[in-house]
């Protein structure tokens, strides 16, 4: 029986700990009883800071400091990486094989070591982020571990998200932002698709990070009856924000729309059929998001530049993944 288990990455930034949330979820489905351990080689990870309350009751335990393998000269016989510690299961996330030597010390006698940097040097390695991890869950676990929708254990999470959202209408989540301006469908085509949605009887629900707050004037004014959660609370939960809150609303949509963005991981992280609007098809295949239910559309398969997807298409793309769930 599996009762430890290390995962091992360098460490992660904001959007690879979105990414990988859907692989935390697996892992403690796989391993219910188990001690999770996640080490942060370089230090540093989101899942010690921002995502901390997001992944409550998924990892037990982060490790940043001592002996990890991010130096050189931890590969040294006898170095004793990790403070000694062993585990009965080792999950190598990174693909460097001098940390991964490194990383294959921590397996206890008769334990599990899985490599991402050994599994990198077949020819079926996937190109995909999440199917990556998906292949060594799923080694892990004697092919019974899955990638899945992360349940917050947060209960006032789940209660604002409800308490935003209440049961009835079919909510349909549109996230226009994005980090560079190259990465984003353009507004207008969002607020037409918002109006294509209340057409249809659904709801449109935006979101909006702190530094869009002129866009999301402009949707206020131009989509009456839309829905504003983050910004908007009526919920008494107010200690309830950011990625958390975002996670947690996810869950109560039909539907959601991303640019290739924070944001649409989230929305995937948190359960929400996902389409993913993308400038270009290898980054799209490389950095999908792990939605259960997702659809995607490349611009540079319609001609150049984000405004090059055409707004039918999008909408067809969504309705289909909203039919595909009804």
Request: with cysteine; charged share 20%.
């Amino acid at each position: 029986m599996v009762q430890t288990v290390l995962i091992y990455s360098m460490g992660e930034v904001i959007g690879d700990g979105l990414i990988k949330l859907p692989f935390i979820a697996g892992l403690r489905a796989a391993f219910p009883q188990a001690r999770i351990t996640w080490c942060a080689a370089k230090g540093t990870t989101v899942y010690d800071g921002p995502l901390k309350r997001v992944v409550a009751g998924y990892v037990d335990e982060v490790l940043k400091d001592g002996v990890t393998g991010a130096a050189a000269l931890d590969v040294l016989p006898w170095v004793k990486p990790f403070g000694g510690r062993t585990f009965d299961l080792v999950i190598d996330t990174q693909e460097n094989l001098r940390r991964s030597l490194v990383a294959r010390r921590a397996v206890a006698r008769g334990g599990r070591f899985v490599s991402a940097a050994m599994q990198a040097r077949k020819p079926d390695w996937p190109p995909a982020v999440v199917d990556r991890l998906a292949r060594l869950l799923s080694l892990a676990s004697d092919g019974q571990g899955a990638l899945r929708p992360l349940a917050l254990n947060e209960t006032e999470a789940v209660s604002a998200a409800r308490a935003l959202l209440p049961d009835g209408p079919a909510y349909v989540g549109l996230a226009p932002g994005a980090g560079g301006q190259e990465k984003r469908w353009p507004l207008e085509s969002y607020l037409d698709l918002a109006r294509a949605q209340q057409a249809a009887g659904r709801t449109p629900v935006f979101f909006f990070g702190p530094d869009e707050a002129a866009d999301a004037a402009i949707a206020r004014a131009q989509v009456p009856g839309a829905l504003f959660p983050e910004a908007d609370r009526t919920d008494g939960f107010t200690g309830v924000k950011g990625p958390i809150l975002a996670i947690a609303l996810a869950g109560r949509l039909a539907a959601a729309v991303a640019n290739d963005a924070g944001p649409g991981h989230m929305l995937a992280a948190g359960g929400a059929p996902l389409l993913s609007l993308q400038l270009n098809r290898r980054k799209a295949v490389k950095f999908k998001p792990a939605a259960q239910r997702l659809e995607m559309l490349c611009a540079e398969d319609y001609g150049e530049g984000m405004a090059a997807l055409p707004p039918d298409a999008v909408k067809a793309a969504l309705d289909t993944l909203i039919a595909g769930v009804s």
